[in-house]
């Protein structure tokens, strides 16, 4: 859709006005936003090597207050986690063939993420966590609201893999529970 007239340079140029959309107030704007992302997840040329900047994006609108640009979120966002796990079915066949259940005390009313979502962030949060907890502790409020719903949203994706990070997550999250906003904690 829109990936294919983007090569990787103007990816590039095109990715920090992108991510400020994202902070736009109009559900408009971050509806579209969220849809070019998702494009871009699933239809970018040489998609893998920016899967790292395209998935925090992605998360910060699974949980932005408008609940339609959720619900679009969401469903992309789906999408991108089946794409993913049916392009590399072969490494991922046993999680596939046998699914972990939810455990009884899982946060999300809604589950947990589908197989592919949760390895789409598992294979990519070395690249993400050091960029995302820079921006926890950013000065400008909205930055960190939006940092620490992408946080929460990494660490319910990352399930135990997340412990090799834990010592840097904690210290992510002890920066957003310092935070003035409420929405930060």
């Given at each position: ?42 239809n ?9 900047l395209?998935?925090p ?46 455990p ?29 907890l ?11 609201i ?13 399930e135990e ?15 957003a529970?310092?935070?003035?906003e409420?929405?930060?904690?």
């Open positions: 859709m829109y990936c294919e007239l983007l090569n990787n340079k103007e990816f590039e140029e095109a990715l920090i006005h992108l991510a400020q959309r994202l902070f736009d107030r109009s559900p408009l704007v971050k509806n579209a936003a969220t849809e070019v992302v998702g494009d871009m997840l699933m970018l040329d040489d998609r893998y090597s920016y899967f790292h395209l998935i994006l992605a998360l910060s609108s699974l949980y932005d207050e408008v609940q339609e640009v959720r619900s679009m979120a969401q469903d992309i966002w789906k999408r991108a986690g089946n794409q993913y796990i049916i392009e590399n079915e072969k490494d991922y066949k046993d999680l596939i063939d046998f699914p972990r259940p939810d009884s005390d899982y946060p999300d009313k809604e589950g947990s993420p589908s197989v592919g979502c949760r390895i789409f962030v598992q294979r990519h949060i070395f690249n993400i966590l050091p960029i995302l820079h921006d926890v502790a950013d000065w400008v409020p909205e930055t960190r939006k940092s620490s719903k992408v946080l929460y949203s990494l660490v319910l994706h990352s893999k997340i412990t090799m990070q834990l010592s840097k997550v904690l210290e992510g999250i002890m920066s529970a310092k935070a003035e409420k929405e930060a904690t």
